[in-house]
């Protein structure tokens, strides 16, 4: 009995300790020291109303826009299924998007030069990755550029 009454009490401070203390410690730890990060780095418009977050990527379909990587995840950008496409280098099936991901880029970028960035045409392991290579974005300079009705630049 002495025995079990020791397990309990071991099984309960460690409960507490490890399933209250230390998560409301970190938790409280996080918004103090990374507030903006702890809440899920959220984006919001000019009326303050939130409209995203900087870690989930997001389609953008108008050419004022760069086009960000592929997404896998659900219907796209669906951060409740987060998750890569599992295809192989080896799958027809990743073949067959990448080339039409490809061929729609193309056509929506007639003034670029060289191949479509890899990047452009495969998804992030999770699906939801925002972040493009600078070869990435310099591939797009010239249609943002001419759908914002901007100079190049030296890009």
Not at 78 to 92: C, E, L, V, W
Request: net charge positive; proline share 6%.
């Amino acid at each position: 009995m002495k025995t079990l009454s020791t397990a309990l009490r071991a099984t309960l401070v460690t409960l507490v300790l490890t399933g209250l203390v230390y998560p409301l410690g970190m938790t409280a730890l996080a918004q103090l020291c990374f507030p903006s990060a702890a809440n899920g780095s959220l984006v919001s418009d000019e009326n303050g109303k939130t409209v995203g977050s900087h870690l989930i990527g997001q389609s953008f379909a108008k050419p004022g826009y760069f086009q960000p990587r592929t997404s896998a995840a659900g219907n796209g950008y669906d951060p409740m299924a987060s998750g890569g496409s599992n295809f192989g280098p080896t799958s027809a099936k990743l073949r067959e998007r990448a080339a039409a991901d490809a061929k729609r880029l193309r056509a929506s970028n007639p003034e670029s030069k060289g191949e479509v960035p890899a990047e452009l045409v495969t998804a992030s392991g999770s699906g939801l990755d925002p972040h493009i290579s600078p070869a990435s974005a310099r591939w797009q300079v010239a249609r943002v550029a001419q759908a914002r009705g901007i100079s190049k630049g030296s890009h």
